[in-house]
């Protein structure tokens, strides 16, 4: 997991080939005039998902985890919390993986909490479980997702 600000972004387009695209977009793209829904980027490597949502607190959030995606997520406005376990640490699914969605969801709790105010990201690797939308009232987030398994060598400029 990395959790920083939208400002520092340039310090992690080396940790993947696909991060450098995926922050430019954060970075150089009107967030606040997208409508919700799923913008690709690059087809089948690189999408957006804009969120326009309530918060669930803590006690609604659930983990989950994904396969094939990273996710990238950024705060827009309103209040984010996201929680976070070592997936190698979670023992119960809360129901069968769906590789389709690339999406499955856990029973475990998370073991910490981090913050997302407004102009900062966190970004989730397969290997992290993370409760997003555990912060309440309205809010408006990015989550940019990018493929795991990104061609090696190919890198977005």
Not at 73 to 82: A, N, P, R
Not at 134 to 145: C, D, N, Q, S, Y
Request: proline letters at 6%; aromatic letters at 12%; one cysteine or more.
């Amino acid at each position: 997991m990395i959790l920083d600000q939208l400002s520092c972004a340039a310090l992690y387009w080396d940790a993947h080939p696909g991060f450098r695209q995926a922050f430019r977009f954060l970075m150089e793209t009107n967030l606040s005039e997208l409508s919700a829904g799923r913008l690709e980027v690059v087809p089948y490597l690189l999408y957006a998902n804009v969120d326009h949502v309530e918060g669930r607190g803590r006690a609604g959030a659930v983990l989950e985890v994904h396969r094939k995606f990273v996710d990238i997520q950024f705060t827009l406005s309103g209040e984010e919390e996201i929680g976070w376990r070592d997936f190698s640490t979670c023992r119960v699914w809360q129901s069968a993986f769906d590789s389709a969605r690339d999406i499955g969801f856990l029973r475990d709790a998370p073991l910490c909490w981090s913050r997302l105010p407004p102009g900062y990201f966190a970004v989730y690797f397969p290997s992290d479980a993370h409760a997003p939308l555990a912060g309440t009232g309205p809010l408006r987030k990015v989550v940019m997702k990018v493929a795991a398994d990104w061609p090696h060598g190919r890198r977005e400029s």
